[in-house]
């Protein structure tokens, strides 16, 4: 398969020196696509900025904000059957981006935002054949948001992490993770490191595929 897969965090400059941002290490992301390199697919990784080394036999694209990832998604994603969107893509950008750094006597004490685009939700047009792949990062009710999130994207699995765990989520070498698809019950997953989960995506995925092939 040809598996496109996000990673790491994007980042909203407000000017060259400041953004806003989030947790977001590239770790989970990165994982999936050594997982799948090393089963043999062609894998292309969109990051976000983070300091990880390219997995190998990866192909890496670096982007910065969530508009950068989003187009280049729309360029990549023809030549790929599935994606996977690990990436914390931030829901608000500074409404005005300057092109020199502001002095601190001229920053207003608030900061106006306007909307990022949803990137699942924006793809969705374009997904045709294609095996569509989120993460939800939850904190309170994991699954109900989760599910929530898997029909409002149109999604056919949803890896939902309780990020209220401290070995889970964001930054950590493990994670707590949930299957959710659109008709199957959830299948919750033991506390695994973020390899062995990028491995038990690689190997939905393929199921999945397969399936698709078999009609
Ligand atoms: O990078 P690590 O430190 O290893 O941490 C991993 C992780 C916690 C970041 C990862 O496991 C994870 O949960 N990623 C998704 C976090 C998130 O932003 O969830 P969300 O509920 O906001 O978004 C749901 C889905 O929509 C995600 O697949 C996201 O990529 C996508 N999205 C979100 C916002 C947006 N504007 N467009 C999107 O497409």
Redesign the pocket.
């Known amino acids: 398969m040809r598996i496109l897969i996000?990673?790491?965090p994007t980042r909203e400059h407000l000017d060259p020196v400041r953004f806003l941002s989030n947790?977001?290490?590239?770790?989970?992301?990165f994982s999936v696509a050594r997982a799948a390199a090393e089963a043999g697919h062609s894998v292309t990784l969109i990051a976000g900025p983070v300091a990880l080394p390219t997995p190998p036999d990866v192909t890496r694209v670096d982007v910065v904000s969530?508009c950068d990832m989003l187009a280049a998604l729309q360029r990549l994603l023809p030549a790929h059957d599935a994606l996977v969107?690990?990436?914390?893509?931030a829901?608000w950008r500074p409404k005005i981006c300057h092109s020199a750094k502001l002095k601190k006597r001229g920053m207003a004490p608030v900061l106006e935002l306007e909307p990022?685009?949803?990137?699942?939700q924006t793809l969705k047009p374009e997904k045709g054949g294609r095996l569509f792949v989120?993460?939800?990062?939850e904190t309170g009710d994991p699954l109900a948001e989760a599910s929530r999130?898997l029909a409002a994207?149109g999604l056919d699995l949803m890896v939902a992490?309780d990020?209220s765990q401290p070995d889970a989520?964001?930054?950590v070498d493990t994670?707590r993770v949930t299957f959710i698809t659109p008709d199957a019950p959830p299948r919750p997953l033991p506390l695994l490191s973020?390899a062995e989960v990028g491995r038990e995506i690689v190997r939905w995925l393929e199921t999945q595929s397969e399936r698709k092939a078999k009609g």
């Open positions: 996000t990673a790491g947790r977001s290490t590239g770790k989970m992301g969530a969107m690990t990436a914390a893509v829901d990022n685009p949803d990137i699942l989120g993460f939800a990062a999130k994207k992490n990020v989520g964001f930054a994670n973020k």
